[in-house]
């Protein structure tokens, strides 16, 4: 085939604060660990050992991790469908119709309240095809909500 | 008094609380006899035993006939003009309904204590993804005349009025394809548990202790005195009746009809019989599935890809609510596609799907050789290590034979994996006709997907860092009916994309990049 068709990634990035959730979180799991690790290390300097390795592995992760989830999650929001893209190793590309739209979620969780972001999903009626755009600005994912709502509602049909 | 406040309503059939005296009273008599006689050679005295026998027999059967009484008295239904109300009201009170043009399906269902007393359990559905047991509901039993009057009466009015209306028989049964039941992966199975079963009853009157162990002691007994091929025979000739069998009850009387209004209509049993109405509204598709056995038979079956189609659901997971066609000839099988889709180059476009790029063959021999490899790696491991201890435990006849076990494995293993792996990538294609897209995939359950292009309702494209190197991505087209969603795996990259995007115009258009 002398032409190469390809799917262009979607268009927009995630707010920047998502860095600042995906490292609090991965902050939330290594910290407890380390913490119990170094106060039992007053005891033993092997275990003081581990906390340090840990600590420092935790830091590498949550430092590097999110810049790189940063710039492989995409999304785009057109006129008539849902388009996202997440993963390098196993990367995945997500479209739904507008017009086969049954649900739209928005979520906040307590991290995501305190940083102002949202998670959108999109549900069709298939049980396969929930498209998650996680790392919203919470204005910017209400108003998408909004939106995508009323669109779906103009469109006749149960979507299936 | 119990109140039914509804006018128009209906009771259940009166029959069912004769119907469940006898099944009880049957099950009380041979309850009473097997009490009385171990109560008489414990040495109780006779008319304790008939006392205690007489009354326990009296209080379940009471008990049980007059809780089917209340089912029966308490329990009402109605049909309107708009709804289906079912209400139960006895201390407290349920009361449930089915807006009538949201009613998909109507099952009927008659087991033999049904049939013995002309009734039948019908279950109406709106064909929704609810949470279980919500978008259903179930009248059992009532007569069989009325089950077939409400099928008739609830699906006109879910048929609506601007549908195609073309009628007719699309297959009935033909005793040839009983043949092919054996062929399913079933028959050893079913070989095994009629063993199993067989060594239980034996267990019963020879009151063996280890009933497993027994059958197991049994069989090794059995295999050195005749072989263990003849063993084995044996055990796959029981599975083959087992099959058939089971074949005959689930088939008999087969038919597959359009009903005016286009509604699927199959209706199959000899013992149970069942009546299943599949509203071509939710259809989407049809599945051409091949299980290994029955592709070498030049044989398959077709189930229906439809939305608000419950897995195995209510009527059990052997009468499979999906299965239109029992596996048949492919002729038949093609034949009887064309006619469900109403597409009639279905059996031209199977034979010229678009096949796959070499690199997804070398993808499926990698991933069948590493699993064989690995095994025969630990085999081969084990034999160094522990050779001299395995054989020393084995005994002297076979400790020749422990050194031979890893090579026998991969002399045996690779050739059948190379061979479906091979299979694996032949059976892989994909394809438009007119307005179906076509998937294939699978060796040992070759899967013929064949998907309506309006009922793609979203495409995920994977690809993992292998498959870019290789040029290859993953499509599975989502729906809302069948599993949720049909793959086509390791596709050419570029040819898969453009390929999704002819399918169903206009939804990736404004994403795709051609250069």
Do not use: C
Request: no cysteine; hydrophobic share 50%.
């Amino acid at each position: 085939m002398a032409t190469t068709v390809r799917l262009r990634p979607p268009n927009n990035q995630l707010n920047p604060r998502s860095l600042l959730w995906w490292r609090t979180r991965i902050a939330l799991i290594v910290l407890p660990p380390v913490v119990a690790l170094a106060i039992l290390g007053t005891l033993s300097p092997l275990l003081l050992a581990l906390a340090g390795l840990l600590a420092v592995l935790g830091i590498g992760f949550g430092v590097l991790m999110p810049m790189w989830w940063y710039r492989v999650h995409r999304w785009e929001v057109t006129d008539t469908a849902v388009y996202t893209r997440t993963g390098y190793f196993w990367q995945e590309s997500r479209i739904a119709p507008m017009s086969r739209i049954q649900t739209v979620d928005t979520v906040r969780g307590p991290l995501q309240q305190l940083l102002r972001l949202a998670t959108v999903t999109v549900t069709t009626a298939s049980a396969k095809g929930a498209v998650r755009i996680a790392g919203l600005d919470a204005e910017q994912a209400a108003d998408l909500a909004a939106e995508l709502t009323r669109i779906t509602q103009a469109t006749p049909g149960d979507a299936t | 008094m119990i109140d039914t406040g509804m006018a128009g309503a209906e009771r259940l059939d009166r029959r069912m609380v004769t119907m469940t005296a006898l099944l009880t009273g049957t099950i009380v008599v041979v309850g009473a006899v097997v009490a009385s006689s171990a109560m008489i050679s414990s040495g109780t005295p006779a008319w304790v035993t008939t006392l205690a026998v007489f009354g326990g027999a009296l209080a379940v059967l009471g008990l049980s006939v007059g809780a089917e009484y209340i089912r029966w008295r308490a329990t009402t239904f109605r049909l309107t003009e708009a709804r289906l109300e079912l209400r139960f009201s006895f201390v407290l009170n349920r009361r449930r309904s089915l807006a009538r043009d949201r009613i998909r399906t109507v099952d009927v269902t008659a087991h033999p204590l049904h049939r013995l007393f002309g009734l039948a359990a019908v279950v109406i559905g709106t064909g929704q993804h609810g949470e279980s047991g919500e978008a259903e509901l179930k009248l059992d039993p009532v007569s069989a005349e009325r089950a077939r009057e409400l099928r008739v009466e609830l699906l006109r009015h879910a048929a609506g009025t601007e549908r195609p209306t073309d009628e007719g028989t699309l297959a009935v049964l033909d005793w040839q394809w009983a043949a092919y039941a054996p062929l399913s992966v079933l028959t050893p199975a079913l070989g095994a548990a009629a063993l199993g079963a067989a060594g239980n009853v034996a267990s019963w009157f020879g009151g063996t202790e280890d009933v497993t162990g027994a059958v197991v002691s049994d069989l090794l007994v059995a295999a050195a005195l005749f072989g263990y091929a003849t063993v084995a025979v044996g055990v796959l000739l029981a599975g083959a009746v087992g099959a058939t069998l089971l074949f005959v009850e689930m088939w008999w009387g087969y038919h597959l009809d359009r009903e005016p209004g286009g509604t699927l209509h199959v209706r199959r049993g000899l013992l149970t019989t069942r009546s299943i109405s599949l509203e071509e509204r939710r259809l989407r598709g049809a599945e051409l599935v091949e299980p290994l056995g029955v592709r070498l038979a030049r044989a398959g079956r077709v189930d229906a890809i439809a939305t608000g189609m419950r897995n195995g659901g209510t009527q059990g997971k052997r009468a499979d609510p999906k299965t239109l066609l029992p596996a048949a000839p492919r002729n038949v099988t093609l034949r009887v596609v064309a006619d469900v889709l109403r597409e009639p180059d279905v059996a031209a476009t199977l034979t010229g799907l678009t096949s796959h790029p070499r690199a997804a063959r070398s993808r499926r021999l990698r991933w069948a050789l590493a699993p064989v490899l690995l095994a025969f790696a630990a085999l081969l491991t084990a034999w160094l290590v522990w050779g001299d201890a395995i054989a020393a435990a084995v005994g002297p006849a076979f400790a020749g034979m422990v050194g031979a076990v890893p090579v026998v494995f991969a002399v045996i293993a690779v050739p059948a994996v190379v061979l479906l792996a091979l299979d694996a990538y032949r059976n892989l294609g994909h394809g438009l006709s007119g307005g179906y897209l076509i998937a294939r995939r699978g060796a040992v359950r070759r899967s013929t997907a064949l998907l309506q292009r309006g009922g793609v309702i979203g495409w995920t494209v994977r690809q993992s860092v292998f498959q870019r190197r290789a040029g290859l991505v993953t499509l599975v087209a989502t729906t809302a009916a069948g599993s949720g969603g049909y793959a086509v795996p390791d596709v050419d990259a570029a040819e898969g994309i453009a390929f999704a995007d002819e399918a169903v115009p206009g939804l990736l258009t404004e994403f795709v990049e051609r250069d």
